[in-house]
Structures are given as structure tokens and as C-alpha cells.
Nanobody, 121 residues
Framework: QVQLVESGGGLVQPGGSLRLSCAAS????????MGWYRQAPGKERESVATVTRGGSTKYADSVKGRFTISRDNTKNAMYLQMNSLKPEDTATYYC???????????????WGKGTLVTVSS
């Protein structure tokens, strides 16, 4: 069974930093694009940052200059370094990936269960 597991969330004061990790496991043949998404209470899920297998990145305007997405293809892992955190960054953060899995191979889009980030004094 293929799954994504996020870790690294928690409570942090405004201006602080956190590093989220996403680990993929299971019968994965290849991982294409990966991304971090977040959902605040009462709001829709939104894209935070995405990264291609080759390392090209895109960021939401609200996090540009503060967040950095990266991935390690040798470990099937992705990271989100979050600096200068603001209360409005409070949300559950989800890992998402386009993967090629199984035998016979097929492509699928999968989500993790999320990790909560709370920015508060």
C-alpha cells in the first residue's frame, strides 16, 4: 500500500520556524510532482508550494521568501522549511504526490493525512 506520511508540525510563536517532512512508502516505481497544501479551519485547501522531480519549484504568493520546498528523490521524501511564520499560516498541512505504482504500473495522485501547524503567541 502506497502512503504519504507528514511530520514536523506543532505549535510555534510568530516569527518562528518549522520544518515539515513528507515520507513516501510502498510499492512506488516513480514520484513525479510533489507539493504541500494547507487547509485552515473554515477555508478551502490551497496550494502552498510544489516541486517537480527535476527540482523546479512554485510558491503561493503568501509564502514566497519565507518557505522553501525541497525533495530528496533517493529517499522518496519532501520537505518544507517554514520561516518567519505568521498566525495566518496556521493550518493543517498536507503532502501530495503524483506517483507511478504497482505492477502493472499505473499512475495515481495520493495525499497524506496532514500535520497541524499552529502559529500563536
Amino acid at each position: 500500500q502506497v502512503q504519504l506520511v507528514e511530520s514536523g508540525g506543532g505549535l510555534v510563536q510568530p516569527g518562528g520556524s518549522l520544518r515539515l517532512s513528507c515520507a513516501a512508502s510502498g510499492s512506488i516505481y516513480n514520484i513525479f510532482a510533489m507539493g504541500w497544501y494547507r487547509q485552515a479551519p473554515g477555508k478551502e485547501r490551497e496550494s502552498v508550494a510544489t516541486v517537480t522531480r527535476g527540482g523546479s519549484t512554485k510558491y503561493a504568493d503568501s509564502v514566497k521568501g519565507r518557505f522553501t520546498i525541497s525533495r530528496d528523490n533517493t529517499k522518496n521524501a519532501m520537505y518544507l522549511q517554514m520561516n518567519s511564520l505568521k498566525p495566518e499560516d496556521t493550518a493543517t498541512y498536507y503532502c501530495n504526490a503524483d506517483v507511478r505504482v504497482g505492477l502493472p504500473f499505473h499512475d495515481s495522485n495520493i495525499w497524506g493525512k496532514g500535520t497541524l501547524v499552529t502559529v500563536s503567541s
